[in-house]
């Protein structure tokens, strides 16, 4: 009898997640925070994006985005959903347009599949679970390198990620939060904050750095200079936050690190100098 009972828990725990609502991008106030970083030496700003009124390309209808930063607003794009699939047209983060719709997210594929980011490099999801976003749970898809899709929201790498090519050692971006009429309804649990460039992993940008190359391949040396600061010590974490490098050092300016045995994938590289710390992400190929 109570094999019987366990087997029906089971059964009913899938049909329930296969039964599980789907949830479509909300079009009405509704607003992402998003953390970039671009430029040589780096610089970050808090990026939003609003939906502002729709407009109608090739008889389907669209719903246009605007990129507003220190106060000024500009148009980026427009995108539209249907059959749990989001296309897009528009710019990339690199400034790139696309003239034809192109597909942003598909919430269709399942663990195994293969989807794109950006214009060259492959990833592949693997694992969907659920997140709990205003007491309901929605479906999240994990991938191979770390980024998220959350349905309703899009990739923890930054709504247009999926359609930017792999970011070099001056370039990242990532989502802070997700709001509807200024009401935060997803925070990134790697962010204390979505108004401000503070985050979990880094609280202050004090030294300045620079990494190279990035990507590189595995076994190649990553060469780490600092131009504010002799550093005192690295730490390399996977994104899972465990720790693979730790070293500490005789106060140089630069510094190389052999990537031979390290998982091809992204890393947090943290480097503490005399005058504080910063945070940069890696990728090993």
């Known amino acids: 009898m109570k094999k019987f009972i366990t087997i029906g828990f089971i059964l009913f725990g899938i049909i ?16 992402w925070n998003e953390r970039v970083e671009y430029g040589e030496p780096p610089t970050s700003v808090i990026q939003k994006y609003i939906i502002t009124g729709d407009t109608i390309i090739d008889g389907l209808k669209y719903f246009k985005i605007l990129e507003t930063s220190n106060e000024v607003s500009r148009y980026i794009g ?15 983060y690199w400034g790139f347009h696309s003239d034809t719709a192109v597909v942003l997210y598909d919430f269709n594929k399942t663990i195994g599949d293969t989807i794109y980011t950006g214009t ?18 929605r479906k999240q ?3 191979k390198y770390g ?18 090519a792999i970011p ?22 790697r962010f204390t904050d979505c108004e401000t460039l503070t985050n979990i992993n880094s609280k202050e940008i004090i030294l300045g750095l620079t990494v190279f ?18 550093i005192e010590s690295i730490e390399i974490f996977s994104l899972s936050g465990g720790l693979v490098f730790s070293k500490s050092y005789e106060k140089s300016y630069e510094v190389l690190i052999n990537t031979l045995g390290f998982k091809t994938g992204f890393f947090i590289l943290k480097v503490v100098s005399e005058n504080g710390f910063n945070i940069k992400k ?3 190929e």
């Open 147 to 164: 980024q998220k899709w959350i349905e309703g929201i899009g990739s923890t790498f930054g709504f247009r990620y999926p359609m930017t």
């Open 141 to 143: 898809f994990s991938m």
């Open 282 to 284: 890696i990728i090993i």
């Open 213 to 230: 190359p990035n990507p590189l391949a595995n076994g190649e040396d990553l060469t780490i200079f600092s131009t504010s600061g002799q």
């Open 16 to 31: 329930s997640l296969s039964a599980q609502d789907y949830f479509k991008i909300d079009t009405v106030n509704i607003s």
């Open 78 to 92: 427009c995108f539209r959903e249907e059959n749990k699939i989001v296309k897009y047209i528009g710019e990339d």
């Open 120 to 137: 060259w490099h492959q990833n592949i999801i693997v694992a969907i679970d659920s997140v709990l976003i205003e007491n309901t749970y």
């Open 168 to 189: 070099t050692c001056y370039w990242e971006c990532e989502l802070a939060c997700f709001k509807k009429e200024e009401n935060v309804i997803y925070l990134n649990p």
